[in-house]
């Protein structure tokens, strides 16, 4: 089992950065991967990003892809996703989720979730 913990949402504008934070406890951190899904109002849950448990391996979702980077590190067991280029459209609740592989993220374990909202 594995409890996660997500911070470093906010409000921003357009064309601004955030960057989320996702620590872990429980479970050894290592042996996950790790990613991010969001959800906004309204919406289904979104893929964003995914990185393997060496981190030698990243995913994004098209939407966010050349724009947000999800990046681990395993000695202080914290996943991070730095956004750039904020649009509106990335307005949602972003949440960070753990699986034993990253074609199994979503269906493992998910933190409470961070909002980030963006003006324009």
């Known amino acids: 089992q594995v409890q996660l913990v997500e911070s470093g949402g906010g409000l921003v504008q357009a064309g601004g950065s955030l960057r989320l934070s996702c620590a872990a406890s429980?479970?050894?951190?290592?042996?996950?991967?790790m990613g991010w899904f969001r959800q906004a109002p309204g919406k289904e849950h979104e893929f964003v990003a995914a990185i393997s448990w060496s981190g030698n391996n990243t995913y994004y979702g098209n939407s966010v892809k050349g724009r947000f980077t999800i990046s681990r590190d395993n000695a202080k067991n914290t996943v991070y996703l730095q956004m750039n280029s904020l649009k509106p459209g990335d307005t949602a609740v972003y949440y960070c989720?753990?699986?034993?592989?990253?074609?199994?993220?979503?269906?493992?374990?998910w933190g409470q979730g961070t909002q980030v909202t963006v003006s324009s």
């Open positions: 989720a753990a699986g034993a592989g990253i074609l199994d993220l979503s269906v493992g374990s």
């Open positions: 429980g479970r050894t951190f290592s042996s996950y991967a």
